[in-house]
C-alpha cells in the first residue's frame, strides 16, 4: 500500500515491462476460447447440439461477465499482484480436470469455472496499470498487454488444436493445465510490486463508487460498446469452425486451428493502435475500426477457403483496435476505482460474449452462417451508432489531450 502523504515514484518503463505484460495477456486469454478449435471433435464424442457445444464457449464468458465487477472490489481491497497470481493458479485447476469429463454438462461446469478466474487476471492489470504508469507510458503498456491477450486467445486454440493431431483433446487439456501453471510461476516472479496502490477495504465506500460509475455516461458506453464487440467476436469465431468443418471446405482440427493465425495480425495491429489512438481520439478510432471489423463479416460470405480466412483477418483486426480503444478510453477517463471501472466494463464485454454465443447458436442452426453473419451485423452496427451518438468529439478530445 502507497504512503498517503506522498507519490512514490513510478515504476520505470522498459522492455522487460512490455514483455510482462504481454505475458499476462497472454495466460489470461490461454483457455478462453481454446476449446473453438475442438467444437467438432465435441460434437462427435459427446453426441451434442450446435447450441450445446456453443455453451462451452458461453459459460467462460458468462462467469467472466458475472464476477468481473466484484474482483474489482477484492482487488481494490487486498492489492494487484496477489489477485492476478493466485488467479492465474486457479485457472490451472478446473483446467486439469477438464480431462476428466465424461459429459457435456460436466464439460461446461468446468469451462464456468475457467471464466470464474479470468476477471482477477484482466480487470486487476488494467487497473495496475493505470495506477503505476502514466501518460505514454500507460498507452504503450496497456497496448502490450492486449497485444497479449490477442496471442493468447490465438494460442489457445492453435495450441490445443494441434496438440489433439498427437493425443487426446483430454490430454491436452492436462498439457494446458501445465502451461498455466508455469505462467503463474513466470508472472510471481517479473512482476513488479505496486507502488502507488491504496486499499479500500470500506464496502460502503465501494458501493458508492459503483453508483458514480453507473451514472457515469463514458462508463456506461464503454460497457455497450464492448458488449457488442465480444458478441461479435464469440459469435463469429465459433461458429465459423462449424462452417469451414462443413462440406465443402471439410477442414480438420488442425486446419481450423491455424485459421486463428489471423489473430496474429491483431498482435501487430493494437500496439501501432496505442501509438495511433493520441491522434484520432477514442471515438474516431473505433467508429473507423467498427466499420472496417463489418466489412470483413460481409466478406466471408465469399465461397472461397482463403477469402473467408482473409476476411476474418480484417474483420478481427477492426475489433482488435476497437477493444484497445474503448479500455484506453475507460483508463483515461476514470481517476478513481478504475479496478471496479474495469470490472464493469469486463461484466458488459463478456455478457456480450455469452449472449453471442448463445444467439448466433440459435441462428447457425436456422439459417447456417449467413444468417449467423446477419445477426453479428446488427450487434455491431449498434455499437457504431452507441459510439456516435453517445461518445461526443469535445468529451474524446479532452480525453486524448490529458494523454
Not at 457515469?216 to 464487440?229: K, M, S, Y
Request: net charge positive.
Amino acid at each position: 500500500m502507497s504512503d498517503t502523504t506522498t507519490t512514490p515514484p513510478e515504476h520505470s518503463f522498459s522492455r522487460l515491462l512490455l514483455f510482462v505484460f504481454g505475458l499476462i495477456g497472454v495466460f489470461a486469454f490461454l483457455q478462453v476460447y481454446s476449446v473453438q478449435a475442438i467444437l467438432p471433435l465435441l460434437l462427435q464424442d459427446f453426441d451434442a447440439s450446435v447450441v450445446q457445444v456453443g455453451n462451452t464457449v458461453g459459460a467462460t464468458v458468462l462467469a467472466v461477465a458475472l464476477t468481473s465487477p466484484f474482483i474489482g472490489m477484492l482487488s481494490d481491497a487486498i492489492g494487484r499482484k496477489k489477485i492476478i497470481v493466485g488467479s492465474l493458479l486457479f485457472l490451472a485447476l478446473p483446467t486439469g480436470l477438464i480431462a476428466a469429463a465424461d459429459n457435456i454438462q460436466l464439460l461446461t461446469a468446468l469451462r464456468f469455472l475457467q471464466g470464474l478466474a479470468v476477471p482477477g487476471i484482466t480487470v486487476v492489470t488494467i487497473a495496475y496499470i493505470g495506477e503505476e504508469f502514466r501518460g505514454k507510458d500507460m498507452t504503450r503498456l496497456m497496448a502490450a498487454y492486449v497485444a497479449g491477450t490477442v496471442l493468447g486467445g490465438f494460442l489457445g486454440r492453435f495450441v490445443l488444436g494441434h496438440l489433439v493431431e498427437w493425443m487426446s483433446w483430454r490430454q491436452a487439456f492436462l498439457v494446458m493445465c501445465a502451461l498455466t501453471i508455469c505462467g503463474a510461476l513466470l508472472v510471481w516472479h517479473f512482476l513488479p510490486r505496486s507502488r502507488r496502490f491504496v486499499a479500500n477495504r470500506h464496502l460502503g465506500s465501494s458501493l458508492q463508487t459503483l453508483a458514480s460509475h453507473l451514472r457515469n455516461p463514458a462508463v456506461l458506453t464503454a460497457c455497450a460498446v464492448g458488449f457488442c464487440v465480444l458478441f461479435s467476436l464469440v459469435g463469429g469465431f465459433t461458429y465459423i469452425n462449424l462452417h469451414l468443418a462443413a462440406s465443402p471446405y471439410q477442414f480438420s482440427t488442425a486446419d481450423l486451428a491455424n485459421v486463428f493465425a489471423v489473430y496474429l495480425l491483431g498482435v501487430v495491429i493494437t500496439p501501432i493502435s496505442g501509438k495511433i489512438l493520441p491522434l484520432l481520439g477514442a471515438r474516431k478510432s473505433i467508429l473507423i475500426a467498427m466499420s472496417v471489423s463489418a466489412i470483413g463479416l460481409l466478406l466471408t460470405l465469399l465461397p472461397a477457403a482463403w477469402m473467408i480466412i482473409v476476411a476474418l483477418a480484417i474483420m478481427s483486426s477492426g475489433i482488435f483496435i476497437t477493444q484497445s480503444s474503448t479500455i484506453s478510453f475507460i483508463a483515461h477517463r476514470v481517476p478513481v476505482g478504475r479496478s471496479l471501472a474495469s470490472g464493469l466494463y469486463y461484466m458488459g464485454y463478456y455478457a456480450g460474449g455469452s449472449v453471442g454465443a448463445w444467439v448466433c447458436g440459435l441462428a447457425y442452426t436456422q439459417g447456417a452462417w449467413p444468417l449467423t453473419v446477419a445477426v453479428i451485423l446488427v450487434a455491431q452496427l449498434l455499437s457504431l451508432l452507441l459510439v456516435f451518438w453517445l461518445m461526443p468529439p469535445p468529451v474524446t478530445s479532452a480525453v486524448i489531450r490529458q494523454h
